[in-house]
């Protein structure tokens, strides 16, 4: 049975507003998110963190028990020639001196004489080793000495090159990072947006707008668009909130 009845019906522009909301959210529930676009990436090495790599592994020849060799100067035998030559001119001046002592004392060729010139010859040549030895000894205290420091200069440029290349990488990490977040929000952006609309048309109170009443007959009331969006305000919140737009 028909009977007359009367119904309050929003101001048209909430009506619009309805209309272009709904149109604009009924494609997008279905829509799938391309995540690929904003998966995480991680910056790779830089080449200079890899020639970094590269000459660290080369620095074990420069602590071997050999490391010294390379830095060995290559006239320590010329050195060593001329000094000991030089030892020897002395040697035998000295040695002349010791005969024409004997002979001003008149003992030259004695048994005396003999035994002070063997003794005098024995000393040099343990003079003359010792000091061989000592320079050796020298050349190779330089050599090591050397050694070291180029190890220790190649250490420290390894690491500043090291902590450039960290930085560098950083800086890479962070501009992937950025286009990971701008490429998130840009997917989904037009969820945010409507997310954003759909809160204020859940949020109108009654009698915010002017409203039309009409009369009618009919065993139940046409359903109004805002009405029915105001009433189902949860369910169409639920639903946005299931797509990470608000809920």
């Known amino acids: 049975m028909a009977i007359e009845q009367t119904q309050v019906l929003p101001a048209p522009v909430l009506e619009g507003a309805l209309t272009a909301f709904t149109k604009k959210l009924t494609p997008l529930i279905g829509q799938q998110i391309d995540t690929t676009k904003f998966d995480p990436q991680v910056a790779a090495q830089t080449q200079l963190q890899k020639d970094v790599t590269a000459a660290a592994s080369g620095l074990g020849s420069l602590v071997g028990p050999d490391a010294f060799k390379p830095f060995m100067s290559p ?9 000991l030559a030089d030892f020897d ?10 005969r024409d002592a004997a002979i001003s004392a008149g003992a030259f060729g ?13 000393n040099q040549l343990a003079n003359r080793a010792n000091l061989q030895a000592q320079l050796l000894q020298q050349g190779f205290q330089q050599a090591q ?18 902590g450039i290349g960290q930085a560098d990488q950083a800086f890479a990490q962070a501009q992937l990072d950025a286009n990971q977040i701008a490429a998130r929000e840009a997917e989904f952006e037009p969820f945010t947006r409507l997310g954003l609309v759909g809160q204020q048309l859940a949020q109108i109170q009654p009698g ?16 109004s ?22 809920g």
């Open 75 to 83: 006239y320590q035998q010329e050195v060593i020639d001329t000094t």
């Open 89 to 98: 001119r002395q040697q035998a001046i000295q040695r002349t001196g010791l």
């Open 110 to 122: 004695g048994g005396r004489s003999g035994i002070l010139e063997a003794e005098f010859l024995n």
């Open 145 to 162: 000495a050397a050694a070291a420091n180029d190890l220790a200069a190649r250490q420290g440029l390894g690491a500043f090159q090291a």
């Open 208 to 223: 915010a707008f002017p409203t039309t009443t009409v009369g009618f007959q009919s065993s139940a009331p046409p359903a």
């Open 225 to 246: 668009p805002l009405a029915s969006f105001l009433g189902g305000a949860a369910g169409t919140g639920g639903v946005l909130g299931k797509l990470g737009i608000f």
